[in-house]
T-cell receptor, first 109, second 112 residues
Framework: SQQGEEDPQALSIQEGENATMNCSYKTSINNLQWYRQNSGRGLVHLILIRSNEREKHSGRLRVTLDTSKKSSSLLITASRAADTASYFCARGRGQNFVFGPGTRLSVLP | DGGITQSPKYLFRKEGQNVTLSCEQNLNHDAMYWYRQDPGQGLRLIYYSQIVNDFQKGDIAEGYSVSREKKESFPLTVTSAQKNPTAFYLC???????????FGPGTRLLVL
């Protein structure tokens, strides 16, 4: 598959713990984005990281990109119950983005 | 209040019927997109439009049609040729292709 693939498919953690999700891809990218989707809702953009960047932060979120390994990771620190959602990486492919199947994160109180 | 809106929230289609999903944005974005999402899966691109009066097929365009007569609007018609239309449909927009996309709340289409 040429899609970005997230790993794991599902993740359950306790509130306050850190959550790490990974995204792998097979062909070169322009940039990579991470999105969050609450159940039955639209996607919310979290972070865009360009191919010449290695790390970006936004609040409790940290995204890394390793182009040599064709992978990216999303770290959510000090998780909260409100972080419960599906998280998708979107890999830039040509003129568009290809979305992976997502990681379903459950943060238990 | 800027944003991207979709209507209706739920839509029911009868066999053989065409239905149209609305997508409007006031973000002054040039590019607009339609995605389909099936339960537990990622998004698949149906159609996209880079500018007014231009649109391109995505990965799963068969059974769908679009128009882009105005910058703000990008309606999607699910035709009777789409044999498995039940899904969650998401519209998005961005300033340009390969830029951050902003999503609407989605329309859930169900078949009666």
């Amino acid at each position: 598959s040429q899609q970005g693939e997230e790993d794991p498919q599902a993740l359950s953690i306790q509130e306050g713990e850190n959550a790490t999700m990974n995204c792998s891809y097979k062909t070169s990218i322009n940039n990579l984005q991470w999105y969050r989707q609450n159940s039955g809702r639209g996607l919310v953009h979290l972070i865009l990281i360009r191919s010449n960047e290695r790390e970006k932060h936004s609040g409790r979120l940290r995204v890394t990109l390793d182009t040599s390994k064709k992978s990216s990771s999303l770290l959510i620190t000090a998780s909260r119950a409100a972080d419960t959602a599906s998280y998708f990486c979107a890999r830039g492919r040509g003129q568009n983005f290809v979305f992976g199947p997502g990681t379903r994160l459950s943060v238990l109180p | 209040d800027g944003g991207i809106t979709q209507s209706p929230k739920y839509l029911f289609r009868k066999e053989g019927q065409n239905v149209t999903l609305s997508c409007e944005q006031n973000l002054n974005h040039d590019a607009m997109y339609w995605y389909r999402q099936d339960p537990g899966q990622g998004l698949r691109l149906i159609y996209y439009s880079q500018i007014v009066n231009d649109f391109q097929k995505g990965d799963i365009a068969e059974g769908y049609s679009v128009s882009r007569e105005k910058k703000e609007s990008f309606p999607l018609t699910v035709t009777s040729a789409q044999k498995n239309p039940t899904a969650f449909y998401l519209c998005a927009s961005s300033f340009g292709l390969r830029e951050t996309q902003y999503f609407g709340p989605g329309t859930r289409l169900l078949v009666l």
